[in-house]
């Protein structure tokens, strides 16, 4: 299962750092991403990274979010900086897990980013 944390509010130019981990018998994990939904609208990829650290990132986060992972630790966390009051949204992680299960997408439980003006 993945675990999500480190969400917030904040205001206008601030920073925040979310972080979700992966457990159980993990075998491994391909791509690992966050995704975000803004009331009213349709889930969308934020950013996503490989295991062998290939990033991707939605056009209007570019140059202000960081993803990044630590395999040792099954760990996905995205550094969100200079945020705006359109980044606010339900942040969820997700990642492409093989286990003892066999593989398949997990999704995390949702963590609320609010970005006040």
């Known amino acids: 299962q993945l675990q999500a944390s480190g969400g917030g509010s904040v205001q206008a130019g601030g920073s925040l750092r979310l972080s979700c981990a992966a457990s159980?018998?993990?075998?491994?994990?391909?791509?690992m991403g966050w995704y975000r939904q803004a009331p009213g609208k349709q889930r969308e990829l934020v950013a996503s990274?490989?295991?062998?650290?290939?990033?991707n990132y939605v056009e209007s986060v570019k140059g202000r979010f960081a993803i990044s992972r630590d395999n040792a630790k099954n760990t996905v966390y995205l550094q969100m900086n200079s945020l705006k009051p359109e980044d606010t949204a339900v942040y969820y992680c997700?990642?492409?897990?093989?286990?003892?299960?066999?593989?398949?997408?997990?999704w995390g439980q949702g963590t609320l980013v609010t970005v006040s003006s």
């Open positions: 997700n990642s492409y897990v093989c286990s003892a299960l066999g593989c398949k997408t997990y």
């Open positions: 159980g018998s993990i075998f491994s994990i391909n791509v």
């Open positions: 990274i490989s295991w062998g650290g290939s990033t």
